[in-house]
């Protein structure tokens, strides 16, 4: 193993580089979203298709935190992140040359696969450039949750505004140039070159390094603590997603009383929520430990889902509706950056495969949670919305009990 002690010579750019690499994920993830109806209607897709054209990002992202996690445990971060950014800068121009069914489908797998990978390295390059500095690594996680949300709301402002010109075009034209000229940042700035802290004793065959890291992930996975925290990050998973979707419902239901910048302005809270969350994360943990912050949280978390919900079902003004999403948002915003610096303070010299897992997780939830509250309105009506959200904080809210109880998996 490498030492825990050492630290790589750090400098702006290299400090910069990974909070611009995690907001390239929810650019190309959610920016197609609200241009996905109008472009599907123009090459004549069913509403299924357009569903599958907008789920294939999620799926490749997952698929991509199952290989990319342990790969990143065994070899040095660049050599995944330039190809990754390459095949998102090719992905995307191709895509404003050209799109039907079969080229967005492949597209979007492929994007969401490279975006996903990228995602991973700026995680691990946060743990790399604040080794032995656990409290330096929390605030780093911090940090790339705000430009998370940045790149959220900036995809759905996007999105909305290519949307209402009739260009969706323009979305791909975004993607290819954003990662263009970060794939030259990296390149400038030189990061990844260092071996991985589970890097094994460079003698050893490959397959020998390969087994030994397969070990120590499956000792990491036995966990009954981890598990309570896959558990729990399913349920921010389905908050979350859950209440995207929620969203686009109860604007709908409210489309006759908006205006478009109303609509895109209510679109955005939930993100703009995220962003004030994080700086209240990154302030709270200068005063209490991630634990005492992820155990409050989850106490307060079911009230602005209680809320949500009641506003739903009692259809009330768009006023109470907004007040409602920058509640759930900040207290999301508090709350994600915590599962990820407790998973990897568990596992540090695996913080690709515990950040991978932590991914894993939220995109099962994030999976499950549009499918249900779907399934919830088309049975009791849109006012249902908040419903499956507030279900959900009680789920992570039981599991967030066991999390710090729990005792770790003895070594063997």
């Not at 006759?256 to 109303?262: F, W």
């Not at 948002?329 to 515990?354: D, F, Q, Y």
Request: proline share 6%; charged share 10%; net charge positive.
């Amino acid at each position: 193993m490498s030492d825990p002690d050492r630290r790589p010579p750090r400098n702006r750019l290299a400090v910069a580089v990974p909070p611009l690499l995690v907001f390239f994920n929810p650019l190309t993830q959610l920016a197609y979203i609200p241009i996905s109806v109008g472009l599907g209607r123009s090459l004549d897709l069913s509403p299924a298709q357009i569903g599958i054209t907008i789920g294939a990002h999620s799926v490749a992202t997952a698929a991509a935190g199952v290989f990319t996690g342990p790969l990143l445990d065994l070899v040095p971060v660049r050599r995944i992140l330039l190809p990754g950014m390459l095949v998102n800068a090719v992905v995307s121009i191709l895509l404003c040359l050209y799109q039907s069914y079969a080229v967005l489908t492949a597209g979007r797998l492929l994007t969401g696969f490279a975006s996903g990978a990228v995602a991973l390295c700026g995680q691990a390059l946060v743990a790399d450039l604040t080794q032995g500095d656990p409290k330096a690594r929390d605030r780093g996680y911090s940090l790339l949750q705000t430009f998370v949300s940045m790149g959220a709301a900036s995809a759905l402002a996007l999105g909305a505004f290519a949307a209402s010109l009739d260009r969706p075009v323009l979305v791909f034209a975004v993607g290819a140039v954003y990662a263009s000229v970060l794939l030259g940042v990296v390149v400038v700035a030189r990061l990844g070159r260092d071996r991985p802290p589970a890097a094994h004793a460079p003698d050893l065959p490959v397959r020998r390094r390969i087994g030994l890291t397969l070990r120590s992930i499956g000792r990491m996975l036995a966990q009954h603590r981890r598990r309570w925290l896959i558990l729990s990050s399913i349920g921010i998973g389905l908050v979350m997603q859950g209440s995207h979707f929620g969203v686009s419902v109860l604007l709908d239901r409210l489309a006759d009383d908006m205006s478009t910048l109303e609509r895109v302005g209510v679109s955005i809270l939930i993100p703009c929520g995220v962003f004030t969350g994080s700086f209240i994360n990154r302030m709270s943990l200068r005063r209490i430990t991630r634990e005492q912050l992820f155990t409050r949280l989850y106490l307060v978390i079911p009230f602005a889902a209680a809320a949500y919900a009641v506003v739903a079902l009692a259809a009330l003004h768009v006023g109470a509706v907004a007040l409602t999403l920058v509640l759930l948002g900040t207290c999301l915003g508090a709350l994600m950056p915590l599962s990820i610096a407790i998973s990897v303070n568990w596992n540090p010299e695996l913080r690709a495969t515990a950040a991978a897992t932590e991914a894993l997780s939220r995109s099962v939830g994030q999976t499950t949670g549009p499918i249900a509250v779907g399934a919830l309105v088309a049975v009791g009506g849109v006012g249902t919305v908040g419903v499956v959200v507030f279900g959900a904080t009680l789920l992570g809210l039981a599991a967030s009990r066991y999390i710090f109880t729990a005792r770790p998996a003895p070594p063997g």
